[in-house]
């Protein structure tokens, strides 16, 4: 994984100090708050329903041991223990005090971590395949590249005030699992397909205008190929028309998504052409030596060779650990494991204090120091032999670790909602507890097959209501909570928006609405179909009538 | 009746006016009335709450004091799904008064 130069060493230095000298005039009565709130938010400092909340960044999801151990003691010294893996990759303490945030970022940068993309209107935190460097089918790891576009994109004046924030994700494979079309800017790295022009370079298809809150859209692709040496000129000029154009008088219509919708694709793409040629000539780009740089830290480890692919099986309860939570690795005879953060009637992403030093344990025993957040709530070891599954499911299993729903109904992405947020209307987790708890049988948990519920207490998406095969949004109706129940959408390469099915229900009527949907799903399926399959074959109408009556 | 809350400048804790100083419990909390808008400015410019407001309250059967919103509420109870991290972890029923 990447590891800080000098320079990166003392940017991060010096923002830690920057902001201890802010907080001390805050707290001194020297700063308003409001002076003071874009200054705490643009070191992923917030002021939710109880304390303040800290968000720190975890570029494209890779931790090492020492991180997670660091993660573990700042839970325990300055929060209540625990801590909540969100959908950007990153993860929230949720009961921080201001006189201690400082400390906390100082804590953090004794690793290599910080807060910085992790609020306000910047370029957030770059998001990856979780599985990125183990995955078979992926063309090169892309983390690099996410590196070299977290860098450019820090501290970049042009990128520092930006109409809203703005996402970019990185993949290197067809199979989508970072969730790519819903994001501001994103690429998925292929090779040139173009016989007569370089056929075979490492390049990007790029895709623009996408995002979740209260307007969904689905990025469009802007470019079947970019030069991968070209990505800073051409995002350059993708925030460049952005900045010229986006509504900067509307909230609600400041997000690039809208920008290329009132454009349209082909407008905006001409606009970003010409920005683009311009920046080319200009040879800012990054020196192939900077990209070998960086590409260096994240050299594949050292994966033996002639290890058996066999696993003995004769545990059943290991058994289904190993076909639901492990997935196909690129190195014969090691496996991708991934741990769950959903336990029936837990909180989706919460994990304590103890499971986080148990993880970053099992990390460096097992899986070359290594550890990765999903944008789904759940953590991976990326490269573990197949030989020591048995000895990670134990450990796991003692640390409450094991539970076994990888994209089953149970694996729920929930938004912290109305039990810890302000912007919330409603609350999340106790929905999802309650699914889990109604579909907590494994065996119909598996019948049922794959499922990807998501949630979110209000319009601004944070649980990717939109991009769900069942969908559920928090609202506040005259005081109350209420919710819509959504169908159909998806953040896989099948990339699709869900639609709303109708009028809401208040706690025990969407969770009781979810199942008649997941029954009419079971009533109507085809041999091989998933829900959304059979939703796409069948339409709204005949899953209206099941959950409506 | 209107109740004021905001947090703990230092600490981040939701507080609640109870006439002289913030407390920690909504039980504490008196009626601002007209004087909210100048409790607020006053208290926020001493740097003694942050992120102040007024919220719309009435005192249940018991006489306890309960906001009108659902989350004002959970900010004076704490998050629903973690009773042991509210102020009344020992309180089973304490959960019951947000809902």
């Known amino acids: ?549 | 009746m209107k109740i004021l809350t905001g947090n703990d400048l230092k600490t981040g804790k939701v507080v609640w006016w109870d006439g002289s100083g913030w407390s920690l419990h909504v039980e504490d909390a008196v009626d601002a009335g007209e004087h909210a808008d100048v409790i607020l400015a006053t208290e926020t410019a001493a740097c003694r709450v942050n992120g102040g407001y007024a919220v719309d309250a009435a005192a249940g059967a018991d006489g306890r004091i309960r906001p009108a919103h659902i989350k004002d509420r959970i900010r004076a109870y704490g998050p629903t799904v973690r009773p042991d991290l509210t102020l009344k972890p020992a309180d089973p029923e304490a959960g019951n008064w947000v809902i």
């Open chain 1, 1 to 549: 994984m990447y590891k800080y130069d000098q320079y990166d060493r003392a940017m991060v230095d010096a923002r830690v100090e920057e902001f201890r000298d802010q907080t001390r005039r805050r707290i001194a009565g020297h700063l308003t708050d409001d002076q003071f709130k874009p200054l705490r938010l643009k070191n992923g400092l917030y002021l939710q329903l109880h304390a303040y909340m800290l968000r720190v960044a975890i570029p494209y999801g890779t931790l090492n041991s020492a991180q997670m151990h660091k993660l573990a003691d700042i839970s325990r010294r300055y929060d209540r223990g625990y801590g909540h893996f969100t959908t950007r990759q990153n993860i929230q303490y949720n009961w921080i005090k201001l006189e201690e945030a400082p400390d906390i970022l100082a804590e953090l940068a004794t690793v290599e971590m910080h807060a910085i993309q992790t609020s306000g209107e910047s370029v957030r935190n770059v998001s990856a395949d979780q599985y990125a460097g183990a995955a078979a089918d992926e063309i090169i790891d892309p983390r690099p590249w996410a590196e070299v576009i977290r860098q450019i994109t820090t501290f970049m004046p042009e990128f520092s005030y930006l109409p809203r924030k703005f996402k970019i994700a990185v993949i290197a494979s067809v199979e989508d699992r970072a969730a790519l079309r819903w994001h501001d800017f994103a690429i998925r790295i292929v090779r040139n397909p173009n016989p007569e022009n370089g056929a075979g370079e490492i390049g990007f298809e790029c895709y623009a205008g996408g995002g979740m809150g209260r307007t969904p859209f689905i990025a469009c692709k802007i470019r079947d190929f970019l030069p991968a040496g070209q990505i800073f000129s051409y995002l350059q000029a993708v925030l460049r028309v952005w900045n010229r154009h986006a509504r900067r008088d509307n909230i609600h219509k400041q997000r690039m998504k809208i920008l290329v919708h009132d454009l349209g694709e082909e407008e905006f793409r001409r606009q970003v052409e010409e920005e683009f040629q311009h920046f080319l000539t200009l040879g800012q780009d990054v020196p192939q030596a900077e990209y070998d740089r960086i590409a260096a830290c994240f050299a594949p480890p050292p994966f033996e060779t002639g290890l058996a692919d066999e696993i003995d099986r004769s545990d059943p309860d290991f058994a289904l650990w190993v076909d639901r939570q492990t997935v196909t690795h690129k190195a014969p005879g090691y496996a991708i494991v991934n741990i769950s953060l959903k336990p029936i009637g837990g909180i989706p992403g919460d994990i304590s204090a103890e499971q986080m030093d148990i993880v970053a344990d099992l990390a460096a025993k097992y899986s070359f120091d290594e550890v990765r957040a999903t944008h789904v709530q759940n953590l991976v070891l990326p490269h573990v032999r197949k030989q020591d599954l048995h000895a990670v499911w134990q450990a796991l299993t003692g640390a409450g670790l094991a539970d076994v729903n990888l994209d089953l109904v149970t694996d729920i992405i929930a938004c912290p909602g109305l039990d810890y947020c302000s912007l919330a209307n409603a609350r999340s987790i106790p929905v999802a507890q309650k699914i889990a708890e109604r579909f907590a049988d494994i065996g119909k948990q598996q019948d049922i097959g794959e499922l990807k519920v998501k949630i979110s207490g209000c319009i601004n998406a944070c649980g990717h209501h939109h991009a769900a095969h069942i969908g559920i949004l928090g609202v506040d109706r005259k005081g109350t909570e209420n919710y819509q129940l959504l169908l159909g959408g998806s953040g896989a390469e099948d990339t699709s928006p869900a639609r709303i099915t109708g009028p809401g229900f208040d706690e025990a009527g969407v969770v009781d609405a979810v199942e008649r949907a997941i029954e009419r799903y079971r009533e109507l399926r085809e041999p091989g179909e998933r829900f959304l399959d059979t939703y796409r074959r069948v339409g709204l109408d005949s899953f209206k009538e099941a959950i409506y009556g």
